[in-house]
DNA sequence: CATGATCAGATCCTATAGGGACGCCTCAGG
DNA sequence: CCTGAGGCGTCCCTATAGGATCTGATCATG
């Protein structure tokens, strides 16, 4: 018990900057934070499986702080919908998809990011466009093998591309709403069972998701994005139909 | 101070269900459940305004709580945008909507609304039907005088109708992310500075939302709610030019 | 008068204590 | 062998203590 040893640990993190890497005035960070960042990354990297128990108590032990702080990270992330909180019972990380939660899904990101794309398009200029060429050229040549760590940066590179997007919309409300579906998708990509199994024809849809923003026609820009998710949706019914 | 005279009052909450009306197995709340809801009527209803701290010990205090407790559901409310925390500052409320960010709101608003009355309507049945029209049946009869607790209830049946067709969807991240709008654009409607300055117009719109929805025909559905939130949208920038 | 240091109170943040509930394991009895 | 009661540990939840930090007022100095 590392904590036993230094009695009163109450506020002790002057010498702790939390490893925020190249901090440009790094705005404090209090140890919430870093427990929300820490669950985050592990749930979107799957170290936390759905299903599994996440004890503040245990959590705690883990990163070595108090359960007070683990609390105010867990409530957070609750509202993200990647882990479900029951009274008087503990956080679980949320189950896997169904069938029917992936078309919900899909029906979703189908209602915003056709939006995201066109408005995006329309505030293009050319560092945001090269921004996005740089996710598809890492998209490109991150490298694809059978296991999970093998193609951890191509679903990182998927991610970031529909998030820049919704981030160049300039709309605070849309990136919100793109930031809480992302998660799950990125957590479906994870345990729904659906590989890369298409993996250059979703590169290939990509590209064109991004010949049509830089060609700034935003409803050429809006129809490309909506061809691309439901594409993918077909995919991913079609790999998984399950019954 | 009542705290000081009943010793410990950790888990003394056998005698306290909250107050949860007609609790059918009411799931055992906890007191950062309550306060969560406190907090959230207080800024639903313009009790806590815009730009206010929320201090976490004087809320403590009111609340007869422990700070864990308001801890825990500010870390919630900070995810819903109507609270932003800085660290070891405070959160304060969510200051007022610019013009642009209005603006913003809308958009976000017309690309997810329409939407939600196009498979709203798809999944229609009698009983939800009844629902939407007890809503707008509200909305006509309710008061409307010029201060700002005699439209409490207008303002209330304005928001319900929404997000009843959002819940309708059957999809639980359009519901999502209708949540996330809809508590913005009520906080905006009470300090957006625009009243009721055309609530027969804004009735009218309903009727043909919900008409349209009645209809059976998703296209009209989504096109009528598309032009309702346009209509709002003109309303409330002819009322606070602003410039 | 303007400006900057100093101090006190309030507030934030974290750790810790302790009560209640639940699950698991052990062990005695049928 | 099977079953049920009791003990024990774990976990959730809330309260409280106390160090660290911020803010605003006071006061001294150029």
Same mark, same amino acid.
């Given at each position: 018990m590392q904590k036993a040893s230094n009695g009163t640990r109450a506020?002790? =993190? %002057?010498?702790? %900057? @939390? +490893? =925020?890497?190249? +901090? =440009? @005035? &790094?705005s404090r960070q209090v140890l919430a934070d870093h427990v929300y960042e820490e669950l985050l990354a592990s749930l979107m990297d799957g170290r936390l499986e759905p299903g599994a128990a996440v004890s503040i108590d245990g959590t705690a032990r883990e990163l070595d702080v108090s359960p007070t702080p683990v609390r105010e990270a867990l409530a957070r992330l609750e509202h993200t919908g990647m882990v479900r909180r029951v009274a008087l019972k503990g956080y679980r990380v949320a189950p896997v998809f169904t069938r029917e939660d992936f078309a919900d899904l899909m029906e979703a990101r189908l209602a915003i990011e056709p939006v995201n794309a066109r408005l995006a398009c329309a505030r293009l200029n050319p560092h945001r466009l090269a921004e996005l060429e740089q996710t598809v050229t890492d998209l490109k040549s991150a490298p694809r093998g059978p296991s999970f760590a093998e193609y951890k940066d191509y679903l990182e590179a998927d991610e970031q591309f529909h998030q820049l997007i919704a981030q160049q919309t300039d709309n605070q409300f849309l990136v919100g709403a793109y930031a809480a579906l992302g998660g799950q998708v990125q957590r479906f990509r994870l345990f729904?069972? &659906? +590989?890369? @199994?298409?993996a250059e024809n979703a590169i290939a849809e990509h590209q064109s998701v991004l010949d049509a923003l830089s060609s700034g026609d935003p409803e050429k820009a809006e129809a490309a994005m909506a061809a691309h998710i439901q594409k993918v949706r077909e995919r991913a019914m079609a790999d998984a139909p399950e019954e």
């Open positions: 506020g002790s =993190r %002057p010498e702790d %900057p @939390t +490893g =925020r890497k190249a +901090g =440009r @005035t &790094v729904g069972g &659906v +590989g890369i @199994t298409d």
